[in-house]
């Protein structure tokens, strides 16, 4: 059982940047993923990067937004989210995957934390 957890998230005005951080319970070269859901739509992948540091970014809209990257000496991936935007309210979630990726289908994924609400104000 790998257990992750988020921290980042708050209110922030349009424009504005926040990180997120999602620290896993165990090492391990895990793909790993960033998602967010607002209320009434469907969970949708922001960011995701594979086991060997491979990056993606399927969600248009925040492309040259948003970077992932982790630290594996901290078992931690990030989120720099820069040039927020009231669209990008959300519940951010991070997973984890077993296998290389990387992958942007919550199917593909093994472990999820519990999320970390994103505000962003006009």
């Known amino acids: 059982q790998v257990h992750l957890v988020e921290s980042g998230g708050g209110l922030v005005q349009a424009g504005g940047s926040l990180r997120l951080s999602c620290t896993t319970s165990?090492?391990?070269?895990?793909?790993m993923g960033w998602f967010r859901q607002a209320p009434g739509l469907e969970r949708e992948s922001v960011a995701a990067?594979?086991?060997?540091?491979?990056?993606?970014y399927p969600t248009d809209s925040v492309k040259d937004r948003f970077t992932i990257s982790r630290d594996s000496a901290k078992n931690t991936i990030y989120l720099q989210m820069n040039s927020l935007k009231p669209g990008d309210t959300a519940l951010y979630y991070c997973?984890?995957?077993?296998?290389?990726?990387?992958?942007?289908?919550?199917?593909?994924?093994?472990?999820w934390g519990q999320g970390t609400q994103v505000t962003v104000s006009s």
């Open positions: 165990r090492a391990g070269g895990y793909a």
């Open positions: 997973a984890a995957s077993l296998r290389t990726g990387p992958f942007t289908r919550p199917m593909d994924y093994d472990y």
């Open positions: 990067i594979s086991g060997l540091g491979t990056t993606t």
